[in-house]
Structures are given as C-alpha cells and as structure tokens.
T-cell receptor
C-alpha cells in the first residue's frame, strides 16, 4: 500500500510568482486536506477536498486555491507569493476523516525570496 | 477562540527517564484528539486518536490519556529513537463535514543515550 506522495520536495520561488504543489493520495483515500506548517509551528488547515469538491476551508486568502482530480490526487496553487508563504506544505489523505486518522505526506518545502 | 497548547515546548531526557507531555485544549465540543509524531523534514506520523474522557491508548513505550480539558502522552523508558516532535491536534464538533484538525505547536523531545 503506497503512502501519500508529494512533489516537488523543495522549491524556491520569487515574491509575486505563482506555484503549484502536487499530491498523490494513498490508495483508496477519497479525501485530501492541505496544511501549511511554518518553522517551529504546528500545521494550519488550508482546505479539504472530497470527491473533487472543496468542502472546508481555513483562514487563508483566495490566492490559495486547489483542485482534486478523479483519481483523488490533488494540487495546491498559490498566486502572488509573499515572503510569509515560506513554509512546509503538507498533504494528508483519508478514507473517512471521522473514522480514521489522516496519512500525511512528507511535504513540500517552499521558500519565497 | 479555539486553542490547543502543548507543554513543554522542548524536553530533554536521558535514555530510560520516563516523562509526560501535555496538551490542553479549549474547543466548543471535542470530536477527537489526535497525537502525531514528526521527524525533521518529514510529515506527521499518526500515533493515536482519543474520543472521550477517560480513554487510554498504548503503543510500545507510549501511552495517551484524555480528560475533559487535556491529554497526556506518557513516555516510559524512552530510547534515543523516540527523539522527535510530538504534535497534538483536535477536531471540534463545529468542523462540519471536514476533518479539519487544529494543531498545537508541538513538543520537541530529545532522548540522550
């Protein structure tokens, strides 16, 4: 059983640019959540997708957007990058968030300069 | 405001020296408390889910307990390989259909041989 795979592992972008991060969920998992983890902090919920629809969003501006595809893989897009967007971006998948714990990927380390 | 606070922020133990990590929470209604382990540069790894006060779960040298206001992660006779950041997260009743988790900032544990 494969786990959650994220790509790329590291990324450096310039302020104002746009970035797309990718996530392949664990086999059989139809729910995907994205989290932002700043250095030394706990992860913060960005949004969740269930069967290709966003069904929950945290306190993040609209320049953070996402997609989920029919195979349940997902993308996180961030427009107009700011220096404060530098963080570890984590993808987590689950068969059912209310019955099972989430499986997290290893994350994408984004640095905005 | 809903909040999850972990203490201490950092803990250094000698191998074999047992201790406890604390997670206190204030949410309108608890729908699950989660413990994760996170190694440097990696995503969180699921350890336990607790749902009701009085519940306990064990895994190897780790034991998690839950009261109405806090949870403890007890580490018995730790080994150097237990060194990691331990994250506590809660899911509240008002999270709707999402599995949104509210994380604490983590406790970084270092176990010296």
């Amino acid at each position: 059983e494969t786990g959650v795979t994220q790509s790329p592992t590291h990324l450096i972008k310039t302020r104002g640019q746009q970035v797309t991060l990718r996530c392949s969920s664990q086999s059989g998992h139809n729910t995907v959540s994205w989290y932002q983890q700043a250095l030394g902090q706990g992860p913060q919920f960005i949004f969740q997708y269930y069967r290709e629809e966003e069904n929950g969003r945290g306190n993040f501006p609209p320049r953070f957007s996402g997609l989920q595809f029919p195979n349940y893989s997902s993308e996180l897009n961030v427009n107009a990058l700011e220096l404060d967007d530098s963080a570890l971006y984590l993808c987590a998948s689950s068969r059912d968030p209310f019955l099972y714990g989430y499986t997290f990927g290893s994350g994408t380390r984004l640095t905005v300069v | 405001e809903d909040q999850v606070t972990q203490s201490p922020e950092a803990l250094r133990l000698q191998e074999g020296e047992s201790s406890s990590l604390n997670c206190s929470y204030t949410v309108s209604g608890l729908r699950g408390l989660f413990w994760y382990r996170q190694d440097p540069g990696k995503g969180p790894e699921f350890l336990f889910t607790l749902y009701s006060a009085g519940e306990e779960k064990e895994k190897e040298r780790l034991k998690a307990t839950l009261t109405k206001k806090e949870s403890f992660l007890h580490i018995t006779a730790p080994k150097p390989e237990d060194s990691a950041t331990y994250l506590c997260a809660v899911r509240e009743v008002g999270s709707g259909n999402t599995g949104k988790l509210i994380f604490g900032q983590g406790t970084t544990l270092q176990v010296k041989p």
